[in-house]
């Protein structure tokens, strides 16, 4: 679909600069946590936020302002309160940034910018030579005007700098810069010790979301990446409420990230079509900062403050067991996070040496991103109309929060497969979803609509 948006939307940039500290700041080198530096975050990740023309709700200090100049002064004073930038080399040099023209307007879109955005190669430009670990930009900050005075702001970041926790911390201080604010609400720190290993380490959590598993084969990891097919599917009330009838009741007091999780999971092993003897693994991001770890994670603390555990299931057992069998299983890898196992994690990256990453054959990694906050940033012009990471990365899926145009408001989760599994996916789905509704959601509907525009 996407040759199709090239041909009617498009986009005109200008030269890639570099948005500098505000004003001098400290040339040192910062170390990061164990739990940054692992390969599993060696990857940078896009997130889009799209917004309206201004309302009247604006705070007078951006009337008639323009949105570009405002976020590039907004960024130039966040980079003076934000040190965190593996060892990072603190050397004032900034941060990419690029200045955008769209020939189209907000209502053109449709559903185009939700995940999977199919044109994202437009809105966040991967400058050459920039998209590696080292050596390359932490952050790529891409603002394009609309012509009906809405803007987008694209964020590609390094995600051996930041969780999705730490991202909207530092999305909030621009926040904050843009509207006014003399000092910040939330000052940043670097405490990376806090997630480094102990001395000497002490593995004593089994982390089954870095053992890799030995199946007789896996369609995902085979498929060409050029046939993988990317969609996203809204779950609402309705959805939700009929996927929970179909539990037993002890697991109905089950969350909606278990629910759709367990959901998702069990349907793309369908799909996929696997050996039944086969193991697949699901690995669930759940952060350490929430207070029943008793970590003390500072407010202020940037870095990744996460982990990955993680369960096993045989094929044909997930298959062919009701939905509460998956769901069982999704709570039992979230109740395996604890301050132990984070920092058995860090000790292992240690022990290793050479920092392994996550399982991918036979792994599927869902991280729940509907309450982080990217929904409510307002920089003058009001909350996005989304705001999310923009689709599905490999064995990864993300829930965002999402709206839809009837006000409804529930939970879009992209997926990535090989196209003949795509149909199964959405097949499978739609049957365990039978009677909430005609069809279910996809995204991709409403990108038809805007394909004819």
């Known amino acids: 679909m996407a040759p199709k948006f090239s041909q009617v939307l498009s986009v005109t940039r200008q030269a890639p600069e570099l948005i500098v500290p505000a004003r001098p700041t400290p ?40 949105p570009v100049n405002v976020i590039k002064e907004a960024i130039s004073e966040a980079l003076v309160s934000q040190p965190r930038k593996l060892m990072v080399d603190c050397n004032g040099e900034g941060i990419l940034f690029l200045e955008a023209e769209a020939n189209f307007k907000l209502e053109q879109l449709g559903g185009a910018i939700q995940s999977p955005c199919p044109y994202l190669e437009q809105l966040t430009y991967n400058v050459p030579g920039s998209e590696g670990i080292l050596g390359c930009p932490l952050l790529l900050i891409q603002v394009t005007r609309l ?53 000497p380490p002490q593995v004593t959590s089994v982390h089954l979301e870095y053992e890799e598993i030995n199946n007789n084969s896996d369609t995902f990891i085979t498929t060409n990446p050029n046939e993988m097919d990317h969609k996203s599917f809204y779950f609402g009330p309705k959805e939700v409420r009929v996927l929970k009838n179909q539990l037993p009741l002890h697991l109905r007091n089950c969350s909606t990230f278990e629910l759709l999780a367990a959901c998702m999971w069990r349907c793309r092993t369908i799909a996929l079509q696997l050996d039944p003897k086969d193991t697949v693994q699901f690995s669930c991001l759940v952060t350490a900062r929430a207070k029943d770890y008793k970590m ?11 982990a990955f555990p993680a369960v096993h299931s045989k094929v044909g057992a997930l298959c062919n067991n009701p939905l509460g069998y998956a769901v069982a299983l999704v709570k039992k890898a979230k109740a395996e996070m604890s301050e132990e196992h984070i920092r058995s994690a860090a000790d292992l990256m240690e022990v290793k040496g050479r920092r392994p990453r996550h399982a991918i054959k036979g ?23 989304f705001a999310g990471i923009a689709g599905a990365k490999s064995i990864f899926s993300f829930l965002n929060r999402y709206q839809k145009e009837d006000g409804e408001t529930g939970t879009l989760i992209p997926i990535r497969l090989p196209g003949p599994s795509m149909k199964r996916f959405e097949e499978e789905l739609k049957r365990m979803i039978q009677g909430s509704t005609e069809d279910l959601f996809d995204i991709t509907e409403t990108r038809k609509i805007a394909c004819k525009l």
Request: neutral net charge.
């Open 296 to 306: 003390d994670i500072p407010s202020g603390y940037y870095g990744n403050a996460v």
């Open 27 to 66: 040339r040192e080198l910062k170390q990061l946590s164990d739990i940054d530096d692992q390969e599993s975050f060696r990857f940078h990740i896009p997130v889009i936020f799209l917004y309206k023309n201004k309302s009247a709700s604006s705070p007078p200090v951006l009337k008639e302002k323009d």
């Open 363 to 385: 792994n599927y990694i869902v991280s729940d991103l509907s309450k982080v906050g990217f929904d409510r940033i307002d920089l003058g012009w009001g909350k996005p109309v």
């Open 147 to 199: 012509m009906c005075g809405g803007f987008t702001l694209a964020i590609r970041f390094n995600h051996t700098m930041c969780d999705a926790s730490g991202l909207v911390q530092f999305v909030k201080t621009i926040e904050e810069m843009a509207r006014g604010a003399n000092t910040l609400s939330i000052f940043p720190v670097w405490q990376w010790e806090r997630l480094c290993a102990r001395n």
